[in-house]
């Protein structure tokens, strides 16, 4: 920014410096113009300039008596080429029987003339003799003299472009880096629990006299089997991601039942919801309900949707499954009673790794990426998903699919 000021700063100056030189020297012109008018026209000079500047692009001469059109373009002409001063120009002069300005175009850049904008002049006095020189696009022409200040302008311009595409970038891999971090400490306590159980099980199992109570083996047993399903879960979230990541889904997609997939999906979820003495109420009213889609990846965006439910709920959960038809597209919502998601946190909840912070517990397990999951499969499945949350009150995920 302090870069920028001092630039705009010092190119503002030298842009003064060059209206000033110019002011000046079409004023020199135009005063070497009238003393040859005064000489021609065999008058006295004033003892004052007879050139008066009345606007930024508007200068006007006094001379005393009548002059020649074609004579005075001729003068102008000269004087302003000595002088290099290109830009485009209208010369009028001043007629005092009619009181109004004759104008004609002269220009040294006649390859140019065509688009010079020119406007009408206006008068000066009402009596006397003058002749009044307009200029049209002076700042472009100043501006196209100051070729070195255009030029590091530009580089400058150039320079904080990459810097603060750097900086970007800079910050972009600092959040990618505490991202990183934080899945991987929290891969770590995933795998952590389900291995410390498995390695306690096993050395119970280990017990020679273990044999004598079955009922102590099967169970035992079971919680190796179950928490060897839990890592099984783990390990197929993280591949599922990649795959996401490398693009290579391999969706094989066929017509199936949304309220089959439903039904599989809250049937894989039965054992989460009554270890929570949870609930699911199905109100499937959609009578189109044939969709192209891919049964195991379809299925585990409804799995997803109904565990986050289950998971984020601090009372026993009370999951409502709606489906109805809609300008010939099915509409699936899955609503719970959970802790509701923040206007913030709704904002981040699709994005990769993004889990909704719960200060420094970890009661509720997981990766961050079912939800980003979910909404690449639904788009991939040419669908839309939307959600609608308040913090103690629950959320409604609505999935917007097109029916085959």
């Not at 003892?47 to 930024?56: D, I, N, R, Y």
């Not at 949350?389 to 699919?401: A, D, Q, R």
Request: proline fraction near 3%; charged fraction near 20%; aromatic fraction near 8%.
């Amino acid at each position: 920014m302090g870069i920028t000021v001092t630039q705009i700063y010092w190119v503002r100056k030298a842009f003064d410096l060059k209206e000033n030189q110019f002011n000046r020297d079409v004023k020199s012109a135009l005063g070497n113009v009238a003393d040859r008018i005064y000489e021609i026209n065999k008058t006295i000079s004033p003892s004052t300039s007879p050139v008066e500047q009345l606007t930024t692009n508007y200068f006007v001469v006094l001379v005393n008596g009548p002059v020649n059109a074609n004579l005075l373009d001729v003068l102008v002409g000269s004087e302003f080429e000595k002088r290099n001063i290109t830009a485009n120009y209208e010369v009028g002069v001043y007629d005092c029987e009619t009181q109004c300005m004759n104008a004609t175009d002269f220009n040294l850049h006649k390859k140019n003339k065509a688009t010079a904008s020119l406007v009408e002049m206006p008068t000066w006095k009402d009596d006397g003799y003058y002749f009044g020189v307009q200029f049209s696009s002076i700042e472009a022409n100043l501006i196209g003299q100051m070729g070195i200040w255009v030029y590091s302008s530009v580089v400058m311009l150039i320079v904080i472009f990459f810097f603060v595409y750097t900086l970007l970038v800079i910050l972009r891999q600092k959040r990618l880096s505490e991202i990183q971090k934080d899945f991987i400490n929290n891969m770590t306590h995933e795998f952590k629990t389900p291995l410390s159980t498995i390695a306690i099980s096993s050395e119970v199992l280990k017990d020679v006299n273990i044999v004598q109570t079955p009922e102590r083996l099967l169970n035992y047993a079971t919680i190796i089997q179950t928490e060897s399903h839990r890592l099984k879960q783990h390990v197929e979230r993280v591949l599922q991601y990649a795959r996401l990541e490398k693009s290579d889904v391999g969706l094989k997609k066929e017509k199936l039942d949304v309220h089959n997939l439903i039904h599989e999906a809250v049937q894989n979820s039965s054992v989460q919801l009554q270890e929570r003495n949870g609930k699911i109420t199905l109100l499937l009213e959609a009578t189109e309900k044939i969709i192209s889609a891919d049964r195991l990846h379809f299925t585990n965006v409804l799995f997803n949707l109904i565990d986050n439910a289950i998971k984020y709920s601090d009372s026993p959960p009370h999951l409502i499954i709606k489906t109805k038809n809609h300008d010939s597209r099915i509409l699936i919502e899955v609503q719970d009673n959970g802790i509701g998601i923040s206007s913030d946190n709704l904002k981040k909840i699709f994005n990769q790794f993004y889990r909704v912070p719960t200060g420094n517990l970890h009661d509720v397990k997981g990766f961050g990426l079912g939800l980003n999951y979910v909404k690449t499969m639904v788009e991939l499945h040419k669908g839309k998903i939307e959600v609608e949350s308040k913090p103690s009150v629950g959320s409604v995920f609505k999935i917007t699919l097109p029916i085959e």
